[in-house]
């Protein structure tokens, strides 16, 4: 299955800024997505990244607020924007690999924002 | 949309076996996974099944599926303390999204 780097792997932001994070992964692969973990909580998908395109934004997720760049294969950021307290969470990028492999998770970036 | 359930918390003792259910709402998935998230780490594959199967065995892990139920479980057998963690099951959609339950935390007493 793929590894994936995944970085920062936590930071602490002031309300108000934003944070890139980026996940690199070590084979070419055509599905990227992005997962909030909100404290306590599940996994909820916030994107799809595709390749050459925009994102497709799951309801309840604007690209406004979580610009995501897919510029190849191996590659992909997340960005939260402008942040509050409410964007404290555990942020996770996966890659589908073969179906009887189930999808690979990255390391995740764990955001606090005072 | 698919609605995928889980108990919150479960407790064992070390040497017992344990048991985590799910049970969601679309028949329609083709794969069902089972993560394992330790503190302050990603998520970790830990077994999958096919729909046509109804139980999976790998080593101490056992899947079983009941279709008509709509019931997923996995079973730990010989629980070790480096077992707990939060147990996520995960139905694949027709979109192949994954959709997470809201996990089940298992803690191992020794």
């Known amino acids: 299955s793929a590894v994936i780097s995944q970085k920062p792997s936590r930071d602490i932001c002031q309300r108000g800024t934003s944070l890139t994070i980026q996940c690199q992964v070590d084979?070419?692969?055509?599905?990227m997505f992005w997962y909030r973990q909100q404290p306590g909580q599940s996994l909820t998908l916030i994107a799809t990244?595709?390749?050459?395109?925009?994102?497709?934004?799951e309801s309840g997720f604007v690209i406004d607020k979580f610009p995501i760049s897919r510029p190849n294969l191996t590659f992909s950021t997340l960005t939260v924007s402008n942040m509050s307290p409410e964007d404290s969470s555990i942020y996770l990028c996966?890659?589908?690999?073969?179906?009887?492999?189930?999808?690979?998770f990255g390391s995740g970036t764990r955001l606090t924002v005072v | 949309g698919e609605d995928v359930e889980q108990s919150l918390f479960l407790s064992v003792r070390e040497g017992d076996s344990s048991v985590i259910n799910c049970t969601y709402t679309?028949?329609?998935?083709?794969?069902l996974y089972w993560y394992k998230q330790e503190p302050g780490a990603g998520l970790q594959l830990l077994t999958y099944?096919?729909?046509?199967?109804d139980m999976k065995q790998d080593q101490r892990l056992t899947v079983l599926l009941n279709k008509k139920d709509k019931h997923l479980s996995l079973r730990i057998a010989d629980t070790q303390t480096g077992d707990s963690a939060i147990y996520f099951c995960?139905?694949?959609?027709?979109?192949?999204?994954?959709?997470f339950g809201s996990g089940t935390r298992l803690l191992v007493r020794p």
């Open positions: 990244a595709n390749q050459g395109s925009e994102a497709t934004y």
């Open positions: 099944i096919f729909s046509n199967m």
């Open positions: 679309d028949s329609s998935s083709t794969y």
């Open positions: 084979s070419q692969v055509t599905m």
């Open positions: 996966s890659v589908a690999g073969p179906l009887n492999y189930g999808y690979t």
């Open positions: 995960a139905l694949m959609d027709s979109s192949y999204k994954l959709i």
